[in-house]
């Protein structure tokens, strides 16, 4: 078997699992897969009840990894999230209890509840994947994904994640409702006696583990990109700072991000090196929460996709 292949093997024997348990949602499974392999950490839109922590808890199964889930509230602390430092009678001395940050899969749900000084704890773990805690540093477990999500609907009581946090998550991902037809075999799932809470009943097995997560990532890596897709990202993510209707564009990390995520879809879908379709259509995921539209531009009824798609049309795809 091709290196390549063994790549595309494991995706989809990852998404065979999940598919037993989740209706639809092929493109969001997709760039689950996308962020896993890649290293990065992922942000999730949408509204309530379209299955987006049973997606995440189901992955965890697939590949074996721990999985913890963080419901965010205006009353979460930093400690919260990476732990805190307790005196321990029997030893007198301080012994750290770890937060859900240590672990694999970890959800943070509704992330823009909580206020921004508890936001910012998940800063260094996203990016170094390691937590300072009274002058000590811990290791974080591998893999290492953060998935967070947050409601598109409601705004009030929110506080809305700055830039610089933003920027952290490789992709933004938008569940959307289900088909009429997917929700019907939803329906008939559960008429059948599914139930959502028990994954093992259901037949989800583990598939995967670090070692072959590790082996995907490395075959990844060597994936061939020519000199003419580097140019292509470029264009793009400069074109985002120079459209009229932006305030600030894309960063250069959002550059490696692009660049990364095309490495690991093409990887994911079993080609060896990478095309101008690849970029193309992860564009979205890797962009879209980057951007600052301008007020005139929102009030016209444009949003960071529909920009997107304008640069692309005006860049000349590489032959």
């Known amino acids: 078997m091709a290196k390549i292949e063994y790549v595309k093997k494991v995706s989809g024997s990852i998404t065979q699992e999940m598919k037993k348990v989740i209706v639809g949602q092929d ?12 290293r990065g950490h992922i ?27 963080i419901q965010f509230t205006p009353d979460c602390m930093p400690s919260d ?3 805190t430092n307790i005196f321990d009678l029997s030893t007198h001395s301080f012994k750290l209890r770890k937060g859900p940050v ?21 800063l260094e773990a996203m990016e170094e994947r390691q937590v300072s805690l009274d ?38 991902v938008l569940a959307e409702y289900p088909t009429q037809e997917e929700e019907q075999r939803l329906l ?18 583990a598939i995967a583990d670090s070692k072959i997560i590790n082996k995907c990532q490395k075959e990844i890596q060597k994936i061939t990109v020519g000199e003419e897709i580097l140019s292509y990202i470029t264009q793009i993510v400069k074109k985002t700072r ?21 490495k690991t879809l093409a990887g994911i879908r079993g080609k060896e090196f ?10 979205y995921a890797v962009l879209r929460h980057r951007l600052i539209l301008k007020p005139e531009a929102e009030i016209e009824g444009m949003n960071s996709d529909t920009i997107i798609q304008d640069i692309l049309s005006q860049i000349e795809v590489p032959r």
Do not use: C, W
């Open 27 to 38: 493109g969001v499974i997709e760039l689950m897969l996308v962020g896993l392999f890649a």
């Open 274 to 283: 990478v095309t101008p379709d690849e970029v193309k259509t992860i564009s």
């Open 188 to 205: 008939k799932k559960y008429d059948e006696g599914f139930d959502a809470h028990d994954l093992d009943a259901a037949g989800v097995k």
């Open 102 to 122: 240590f672990t694999n899969l970890l959800l943070t749900d509704e992330i823009n509840r909580t206020p921004p000084k508890t936001q910012a704890a998940l």
């Open 81 to 83: 999230v990476i732990g």
């Open 242 to 262: 120079e459209s009229l209707q932006v305030i600030l564009g894309a960063s250069p990390r959002a550059s490696v991000a692009l660049l990364l995520a095309a």
């Open 43 to 69: 942000l999730m839109e949408g509204v309530p009840g379209i299955a987006k922590t049973l997606m995440v808890k189901t992955l965890a199964k697939t590949l074996n990894a721990e999985f913890k889930r």
């Open 135 to 172: 002058g000590s540093v811990y290791s974080l477990l591998e893999p290492f994904m953060v998935l967070a999500t947050q409601n598109p609907i409601e705004y009030e009581g929110t506080y809305p994640l700055p830039e610089a946090q933003l920027d952290r998550f490789m992709l933004k």
